[in-house]
């Protein structure tokens, strides 16, 4: 009988990014093999050189594919979404039969359970209709302010760094490719009612992912806008005893951490960090109203 295959797709464009997969490797190598196979496209920049320590790394715990991204756009974020095209277009032709998934694993995402690759097949394999995409739902994300009408900040989504299938580009029509990929892609998939939320990959800050490592729920983990080097970091180093006994504090933790961010919204008002604490506190309401719901209908907006 044939194992489940799944590619788990590493784009890189500097030398900084490949030091981090090179970490990730060494986790991911300590874990068992898993019960899937899984290729590791290793997608380089078009203006970065292909790493061979990268390669001999991913070689030795699975498939490693060299693939250099053709498309000569560059610029954030037209740059990694023309990356994730090449790489979505490469796996739609040399995985025609697949019904697995493509991962996009960015260099700010550690897997954190020995079995994470496994959660994640068992999950994508666990509807009635394998999905189009499977990964962190980030429902929409208002800043309240005093005395005005809330502003939207961010709409529903799921978050880039997921699981996709492996004909994805067939599913997308062509103006799915003209905006940021993970804000462009969602609509279509949810149309056909094949976006897939899922906990197992789930938003971590350097302030609490020590906690996170010990929530079995959550198998990758994502510091999302997080000082990337540190997060990664804090990801591969091993719980230590006194975290352990502490896990019973957690929940607690957690609480006095959403108070917190409920404070500082009312202060900090503008820019990056602004979104980030109005979205954890809106995945968090969202989490704790949906689970194991369905994603809500689209919102049609007028034009």
């Given at each position: 009988m044939q194992r489940k295959r799944h590619i788990v797709i590493l784009p890189y464009y500097c030398q900084q990014e490949v030091d981090r997969y090179l970490k990730i490797a060494e986790k991911i190598a300590s874990f068992k093999k898993p019960n899937v196979e899984v290729d590791y496209l290793l997608a380089a920049s078009p203006r970065a050189e292909h790493s061979q320590s990268l390669w001999k790394a991913y070689d030795k715990i699975g498939n490693a594919i060299s693939f250099q991204c053709p498309t000569q756009i560059f610029g954030y974020p037209e740059g990694p979404t023309a990356m994730f095209w090449d790489c979505m277009d490469y796996v739609a032709d040399n995985y025609q039969s697949g019904d697995g998934f493509s991962l996009w694993l960015e260099s700010d995402m550690a897997p954190t359970q020995p079995d994470w690759i496994d959660r994640l097949s068992g999950q994508w394999y666990g509807h009635q209709q394998t999905p189009i995409m499977m990964g962190c739902y980030v429902p929409e994300v208002?800043?309240?302010?005093?005395?005005?009408?809330?502003?939207?900040?961010?709409?529903?989504?799921?978050?880039?760094?997921?699981?996709?299938?492996?004909?994805?580009?067939?599913?997308?029509?062509?103006?799915?490719?003209?905006?940021?990929?993970?804000m462009a892609v969602f609509q279509y998939a949810q149309s056909k009612g094949r976006a897939v939320p899922t906990?197992?990959?789930?938003?971590?800050?350097?302030?609490?992912?020590?906690?996170?490592?010990?929530?079995?729920?959550?198998?990758?983990?994502?510091?999302?806008?997080?000082?990337?080097?540190?997060?990664?970091?804090?990801?591969?180093?091993?719980?230590?005893?006194?975290?352990?006994?502490?896990?019973?504090?957690?929940?607690?933790?957690?609480?006095?951490?959403?108070?917190?961010?409920?404070?500082?919204?009312?202060?900090?008002?503008?820019?990056?960090?602004?979104?980030?604490?109005?979205?954890?506190?809106?995945?968090?309401?969202?989490?704790?109203?949906?689970?194991?719901?369905?994603?809500?209908?689209?919102?049609?907006?007028?034009?």
């Open positions: 208002y800043k309240t302010r005093l005395f005005k009408k809330r502003k939207l900040l961010l709409e529903p989504h799921i978050n880039g760094g997921a699981c996709y299938s492996m004909d994805f580009v067939h599913h997308m029509p062509a103006e799915a490719r003209h905006d940021v990929f993970d906990n197992l990959i789930s938003f971590s800050t350097n302030g609490r992912v020590r906690r996170d490592l010990q929530d079995q729920q959550r198998v990758l983990l994502h510091g999302f806008m997080q000082e990337k080097d540190a997060f990664i970091e804090q990801c591969l180093k091993p719980l230590t005893a006194r975290e352990i006994a502490g896990a019973a504090f957690n929940a607690t933790r957690d609480q006095i951490e959403t108070l917190k961010r409920r404070l500082r919204v009312w202060f900090v008002r503008k820019g990056r960090e602004a979104m980030l604490e109005n979205m954890f506190l809106a995945k968090a309401k969202f989490d704790a109203q949906q689970s194991g719901q369905p994603l809500p209908a689209p919102v049609k907006r007028a034009a």
